[in-house]
């Protein structure tokens, strides 16, 4: 009989060791979230008082019950489930080094802590008193906070500095999508062009809601100049005035959103319009007829000064002779040009 007492004790001790602060077995019968969860409490709970606040209305629970739930809903075997504590997990402070995680992947969810206004909601942790106490009070209409040059203090008519050098999750190398040729597109390091405006690609957002990994492609007039219809697919542009599509001989009117062009690509070097090909003409540097854009020497190239940039894939023909002569753009000719040796009027 003792050694029947004895079992007994061993085998409550057992039970009882092995219900007090474990996780409850995990139902096998019910087969969603919310049917599981819901059979003890709200999918997300009521939205009680939390200190001063409300639960927020969240169905995502792992974001603060990450020692708890897995980011499919299911408890965590041997995990901290009705413990008799209200188990939260918090990230790390500051959150992730240069905000280059998780809090840029979807800045949505901060909110459901933090609160829409980013004050401190439920959390009492507010994300706009970190930002401001190293000098990003701005951050949520900075845009260059989250990609770009980061700079405090920048406006909207800095634009360009918003276009990646870093990516929204610290991407810095242009053969990577998030980088790409974005400073070469606003004349950031760019001998070919002075660039173009953001809205020539796609819509500049206003606000943070476009924070869902996406963006909203929408060429502009200089990109559809000529009646076309540009596009974007499998990591290239096409059908652009900017790359040659209405001009001849380009070898590369598509190019890789990752790579590079140069002189040739979007149109012959030299074009193959009109007397371009003559070869007296081939023979001449490309600033005896451009001299506002083009280098004088024999190679083909882009003067490294902004006025010249800017008279580059501007949406126009820029004549401008550096010898004695006359060039009339409506009439496609030119009259009394020293290089002809004898006066009088040549068509184009």
């Known amino acids: 009989m003792r050694s029947i007492g004895v079992a007994a004790l061993a085998l409550a001790a057992a039970v009882l060791g092995s219900g007090c602060n474990d996780a409850r077995p995990v139902e096998t019968g019910a087969v969603t979230a919310a049917d599981r969860c819901s059979a003890c409490h709200g999918f997300p709970p009521p939205p009680f008082v939390m200190g001063g606040q409300t639960h927020p209305a969240s169905t995502s629970c792992s974001l603060c019950h990450a020692d708890t739930v897995d980011p499919g809903g299911n408890l965590i075997p041997g995990g901290p489930h009705l413990n008799g504590k209200v188990d939260v997990t918090s990230h790390p402070m500051p959150y992730v080094a240069d905000h280059t995680g998780p809090a840029l992947a979807d800045l949505n969810a901060c909110t459901l802590c933090h609160g829409t206004d980013y004050a401190g909601g ?66 950031i390091g760019s001998t070919i062009s002075d660039g173009v405006a953001c809205t020539e690609c796609h819509t500049v957002p206003a606000d943070l809601a476009h924070l869902d990994g996406r963006v909203t492609l929408t060429f502009g007039a200089l990109a559809q100049q000529g009646g076309l219809l540009p596009g974007y697919a499998a990591g290239s542009c096409s059908a652009t005035y ?88 409506t009439a496609k000719t030119c009259s009394n040009v020293a290089c002809h040796g004898t006066p009088g009027v040549r068509n184009w």
């Open 122 to 187: 439920a959390s009492g942790v507010s994300c706009n008193a970190c930002h401001s106490s190293f000098g990003f009070a701005d951050w949520r209409t900075n845009c260059t906070f989250c990609h770009g040059t980061r700079t405090p203090g920048w406006t909207a008519s800095s634009l360009p500095l918003a276009a990646p050098p870093r990516g929204a999750h610290g991407e810095t190398l242009p053969s990577q999508p998030q980088v790409g040729a974005h400073r070469k597109h606003v004349g």
């Open 242 to 329: 900017c790359h040659g599509t209405t001009l001849v001989g380009g070898a590369n009117t598509t190019p890789s959103w990752t790579g590079t062009v140069s002189c040739g690509d979007c149109h012959g070097s030299p074009p193959l319009t009109g007397q371009h090909g003559f070869s007296v003409h081939v023979a001449q540097p490309c600033s005896r007829c451009h001299a506002q854009v083009a280098t004088a020497t024999a190679l083909p190239g882009i003067q490294d000064l902004p006025a010249a940039r800017a008279l580059h894939v501007n949406g126009q023909k820029d004549v401008s002779l550096s010898v004695a002569g006359t060039w009339d753009g």
